[in-house]
Structure formats: structure tokens, C-alpha cells
DNA sequence: TTTTGAGTTGTTCGA
DNA sequence: GTCGAACAACTCAAA
């Protein structure tokens, strides 16, 4: 640990208080000294103010007075989508706006950008959430050695989760790979309080209104939700409260994509502005199944990061890594008409079309669409990946990889080999009345009721040009099952 | 070491 | 319409 104590070469702002929780402040604001020592918090994926341990050991570091610093990394920037940027965009101003303007945005390579920033405010420690994904880890290695270099210490505390991955193991020490399990050793394992909002940090300078750094990409019709951390808290509480068309109906109603029966905290808990421990803490010990149910989703979140943490190369490669051998083929037009929603299942393409209009789609269509993409369509799983990756604007690479090898079988699932969802079925089950669909396909908003799954069954069905089936399920099924078959043998 | 119980989310067929 | 069995026999985690 460095100590390095400069002259104070920065201006100090006024205190801002920041209390978005309302949870009790704990410290008196510190006296200014002549020598005094400031400290850079570093924002990544823990865009907040409240519950964030990070920024609290910032706070404590020195004088009491932080450089806030968000780094936009050409690496993370470039291969994201418009909608994700766009997401970064809103919820860096919201944190900007939480702070009075003070956050200071650079845009480059973060081993230079952090360590310029940390010796023009003459910090001694740099302070971060620690990221656990596989770019993260090689990222802050990087900058950990740059900024020893300089004298400065780069300080974790904490992550993006309720328990850090590689944490819970099994009884002879190793990794989980099944999901039960692990989530019953991570409830056992727990997790710390919330840390208190910090009070009195003197945001330091440099202020950065950087407003140039922000570039908006266009996005057409696609209208993305009021980011930052404020609604994301006022999001959570709302579902908390709604009974059981929220929290308390959440098992019953989380399924049906036509219903507001989740919570839509994903992007929120992607950039932080709200982490799964505050949420923890505040469900309490609430009973039911619907809180059960929604503690067990934030376990398989957990899961995710856990499974990616001990296995980087699965955000792209094979859990399974037999599945490799397996036949696939290649993407074609057909691909092209499961990303415009015009595959001719009415499920499907509406969950596709839900993406493009919305940047998000619910999580039930959210694996039929990858399901027919991977059975029916026989394409890689890592093709639907990168769609989602840069459409959605939740994604979130641990979930995003996982969810599509479980959707493809080659993941962390037990037992998928006979697990080829039907999208009709699927459809009639989940939007029993068809509403989800004709929301958002148009060309069948005529038919009633669940007709809207099946418009090859009425005369009228196709009258709006709806395009036809491109491929026959039950055919595809067949094949899917037999390239698996002989992928075993 | 061996055994045992269990595994997010399913589909189809036939009684 | 509803129900249970078959699918095909795997892999994991704990005792």
C-alpha cells in the first residue's frame, strides 16, 4: 500500500449531500486541510451513489474529497450496440445529475485515461467495484500495474454481486456446475448488509461536464427506459409493493410475457444502478413464492457470473466443449428472417420484433426465439449471442453466454437432451389470449384470442402479409434431435 | 470409492 | 381435455 500524501492541487466542491435511498448517513464531513489527499473512485458497472462499498472506501481514503471517473473504453464502446451506448449514455447523465455534475468522463484506453486522472488530482488510491468478467480481469490487471508504477494503489471492494464469484464452492472445493446446488450454498453462504450512502464527499475537480464525449446514436423508433438510480430504486420498491401483480404474484405471473408480471430491474442491475444486495436486504425474509422465486432468479444471475468466473472462455466457446463436434449450419437468409421477426411462428417474431422496438424482450421469449434459432434453424448459439449482445440493452455477457448455451444444451443444464421447445405450444401456453402477439405484430392484429399463434388455421390468417412458416417444426425437431444423436455416438 | 438422489423453464403420444 | 409415461440414459454433489 502506497502512502503518498501531495498538496492539494485540486479545487473541492461544496459538500453534496446524496441520499437516493434514504438510508441514515453516516459521516460528518471531514475538516479541509492544506495537505490533504484525494481519491479517484472509478466507476464501471456501479453506476450509484447508495450501497456501494466502492465509493465508500473512496470516500474514506483521503480527505474526504473523490474524483468521480467513468472511462469510456474503446474496447467495451466499440462492439456494443447503439442501444446499449445509448443506455450508457442516460445513465452516466443521471449519475452526472446525482452529483451535481461532477463526474469526470474521459474517453480512451483506461490504463492511460485512469492513470492520468489519478496524478493530475494527485490521488494516491484509485478505487473500483471489482469486475469478475473476462475482460474486466485482464482490464484492471493492467491498470493495477500501470498505476503501481505511478505510486498509486488500486483499491476492490466489492462487485456487481450479492457474493463475489469463485466464493461458493462445493464441499471438496470445487466450482458448482449445477444450479441448485449452488443456489442453496449461496443462500447459506450470505451476504453483507448494504453499505451506507456516503455523506459530505467533496466531489473534486476536474468537473467534468464532458458533454462532447457523448455521442447519441440514432435510434429510430426504439424508445429506451428513464435510466439512472433513482428509478431504478423507485422501480424496485414499486414491484416490492404491487402485491400480487408484483413481488407476490412474481411465480405465478412471470412467465406470461403478455402481463407486467416482472420486475425490469435488468438493465438497472447490468450498469449497477441498483445492486442485487440492496434488493436482498429489503425483500427481507419475506415468504412466499414469489419472493422465493425472485431471490432464486437473482441466484441464477449469480450463477452465471460464477460459471464465466471460472471458466472465461465460455462467454464464447462451448461449456460442453463436445458440442463443438456437433453438425451446424451456417447463417443464411433464414437467420436473417429470425432477426427481422419473419420467421412465420407468430411467438417468435414477436419476441424479435420486441427487441428491435424495445432494446429488451421478455426472458420466456427469450428462449423460444434462442431455442429456434438453435434447434430449428441448426445455427451456433454464439450467432443468437451476438445478436442479443447488441440489441438488448440488459445484456450482459455471463447471463447473455449462459442462457444461450442452455438454450443450445451445450451449457450448464443437467439434463437437456430431449428439450426442444415447440413455439407454438409455447405460444398458446404463455399468451393464452394472444395479446403479446398481436402487439407486436401487426400483420395480426385481426385475429382473436390465440388464433393469433396459429394463423395457418383461419382463412384470413395470412391476409395481412404475414409471411409463411420458413421451416416445418416439427421436421426441424426431428433433424435436431438426430444431429445430437450422432453428436453422441 | 461407491452409491444415491436429483436435476429451471419440455414435448409427444396414447389411454 | 387430461393424465402419465417415454424420451434416453447423463452428470453432478453429497453422503
Redesign the pocket.
Known sequence: MVSMRSPLTVGVQPSARVDPQGIAQRRAPRRRTVWSVTAVHWFRRDLRLGDNPALLSAADAGDGSVVPLFVLDPALWNPAGDVRRAYLNASLRALDADMDGALHLRRGDPVEAVVAVARSAGASSVHVAADTGPYGRRRDAAVERALADAGIAMVRTGCAYAVPPGNVR???G?????????S??WREHGWPDPAPTPAGVRWAEPRGRADDLYTDPDLGDLRLPTAGEKTALDRWAAFRDAGDEGLDGYAERR?RPDLAGTSVLSHHLKWGEIHPRTILADQGGRRGDGPTTYR??LA?REFYADVLWHHPASARAYYRDEYARMAYDSPDHLVDAWREGRTGYPFVDAGMRQLRTEGWMH??VR?VVASFLVKDLHVEWQHGARHFMRWLRDADLASNSH?WQ??AGSG????P???????V??GR?FDPDGTYVRRYVPELAHLDGATAHEPWTVDDGYAHGYPRRVVD??EE?AEA?RRY?AM??
Open positions: 462445493t464441499k471438496q470445487t466450482p458448482y456446475s449445477v444450479f441448485t446446488p449452488f442453496r450454498a412467465d432464486s432468479e441464477w426472458n420466456r428462449m442462457g442452455w438454450a450448464t443444464d443437467a439434463a437432451y430431449f428439450r426442444v421447445f415447440n413455439p405450444s409455447q401456453r417444426h416439427a425437431r434431435l444423436q453422441r455416438g
